[in-house]
């Protein structure tokens, strides 16, 4: 988890507004719960996150990396292209052409899950600019399109660590001097391992269509959530003139009181 500096404490202002706290307490609710289905199906597949890649063959993990960097590489420019020709269909039409996309590449296993995969981040990077655009962003600048590769780095619905990686703060990512392109040569390592670990569950035999379409399902609703969490921190900075990095630290100090009694529960 990102921690802040004693120093960086220090200096960041107190937030009195209860509304402020309140509603970052919703959003530290919806960051912790938009995993969701993520654990059910690794119930299902019968492993762990971890172990998922070890499952694909030697020259698909090999190329992983170059994958997802041009997939990345090319999906906003698709994603906004998209948008110009379907606008205003909500969350859950992303969601459901997220989904169908996901069962066509079940059906082919393993090739049809490569094949699926630059078009399932376009609508999943498409997802995430409507989300911006709803909290008043501009989809097409630079500062937009480096949190939504924020949003791809943080990891997956099916991460194991119940937030603890706050990676979508400005921390590990920083914009500055950087352009999108140099981002996605950064981000591309990280976002392939949970891709490897989305290809690895639609390929396991048996599944077929019903996993794409969960495995799709899931994931385009883990990065909607998401993307509300981050952009709705930078509408509440507008909003209020709290800066970003004090309402950061609020969201991890919320996040990890409401997981006190979460983890207590399940011990």
């Known amino acids: 988890m990102f921690r802040m500096t004693a120093l960086q ?68 420019d698709a994603a906004e292209g998209s948008r110009k020709v379907v606008r205003d269909r909500g969350e859950w039409f992303n969601r459901l052409v997220s989904t169908a996309s996901g069962a066509a590449g079940g059906v082919a296993g393993l090739p049809g899950a490569i094949i699926e995969l630059p078009f399932t981040i376009t609508m999943f990077l498409r997802a995430m600019l409507e989300i911006a655009e709803e909290h008043g962003l501009d989809p097409q600048s630079e500062e937009v399109r480096a949190e939504c590769l924020r949003i791809f780095a943080a990891g997956g619905p099916m991460a194991q660590d119940d937030g603890a990686d706050l990676a979508l703060l400005a921390a590990r990512l920083s914009i500055t001097g950087q352009t999108v392109q ?9 976002f392939a391992v949970v891709l490897g670990q989305k290809l690895a569950a639609q390929a396991t035999p048996i599944f077929g269509a019903v996993a794409g379409a969960s495995i799709n399902y899931t994931f385009a609703r883990y990065y909607q959530e998401l993307a509300r969490v981050h952009f709705g921190l930078a509408r509440l900075s507008r909003e209020t003139g709290i800066p970003k990095e004090a309402l950061i630290e609020a969201l991890r100090m919320s996040i990890e009181r409401i997981q006190k009694p979460r983890r207590a529960r399940r011990s």
Request: hydrophobic fraction near 40%; aromatic fraction near 4%.
């Open 9 to 76: 404490q220090h200096v960041l202002p107190p937030i009195n507004d209860p509304s402020v706290h309140t509603e970052i307490d919703r959003l530290a609710r919806r960051y912790l719960d938009a995993g969701g289905l993520g654990l059910d199906i690794l119930n299902t597949v019968g492993t762990s996150a971890e172990h998922l890649i070890e499952r694909l063959p030697g020259f698909v993990r090999g190329r992983l990396d170059r994958l997802t960097r041009n997939a990345l590489m090319r999906a906003f």
């Open 182 to 190: 140099t981002l996605i040569t950064r981000v591309a390592p990280r």
